[in-house]
């Protein structure tokens, strides 16, 4: 079977995650495509897709969304993955539901929800200001679920 990941990541964690899916699943028939770099990939071809991103201010980066809206009839017709990179261990699900739309949701065969890194030498003035005010603390570190990654990976292998 063919993977195809898609994703998105602002500081990397993603991008590291996605490293970790593709060697997890199998490098030889799993490829990776960043939508930053590629807006508008070919999906035929692939039996399996797996998209994720991360959440930024409550929100999956909004190319994210507009690709899941506009190939919403195509990625109903695939084996589907969908995970998310965050922080707020509270507001996680909620962020995760908020990301993807429903009928996705429904029918995707994983949904992984990965946690993530604050990597504060990544950040830039503003980005510190902001994880100041909301998480009171400005240290880097890591909160990945690698036991949801592995749980994840099995599924989708
Ligand atoms: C400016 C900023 C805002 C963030 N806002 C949220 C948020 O609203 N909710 C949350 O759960 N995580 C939030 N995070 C945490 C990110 O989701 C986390 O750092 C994630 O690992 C980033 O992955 P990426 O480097 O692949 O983009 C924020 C991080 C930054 C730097």
Redesign the pocket.
């Known amino acids: 079977m063919n993977t195809l990941i898609l994703y998105m990541?602002?500081?990397?964690?993603?991008?590291k995650v996605v490293d970790m899916l593709v060697h997890g699943i199998g490098s030889a028939k799993t490829h990776s495509i960043d939508l930053e770099k590629h807006e508008d990939p070919e999906l035929a071809g692939f039996d399996t897709i797996i998209i994720g991103g991360?959440?930024?201010?409550?929100q999956i980066q909004s190319r994210i969304k507009r690709f899941c809206e506009q190939h919403r009839q195509e990625l109903l017709s695939k084996r589907l993955g969908l995970f998310l990179?965050?922080?707020?261990q509270e507001?996680?699900q909620q962020?995760f539901d908020n990301a993807y739309p429903q009928e996705l949701r429904n029918h995707a065969v994983a949904q992984g929800l990965f946690g993530?890194?604050?990597?504060v030498e990544k950040?830039n003035f503003i980005?510190k200001f902001?994880?100041r005010m909301?998480a009171k603390e400005t240290r880097s570190r890591s909160q990945l679920n690698y036991d949801a990654i592995n749980r994840f990976i099995q599924v989708m292998r």
């Open positions: 990541s602002h500081h990397g964690t993603t991008r991360s959440i930024h201010m409550g990179c965050f922080m707020n507001l996680g962020e993530g890194e604050l990597l950040m980005e902001i994880i909301v």
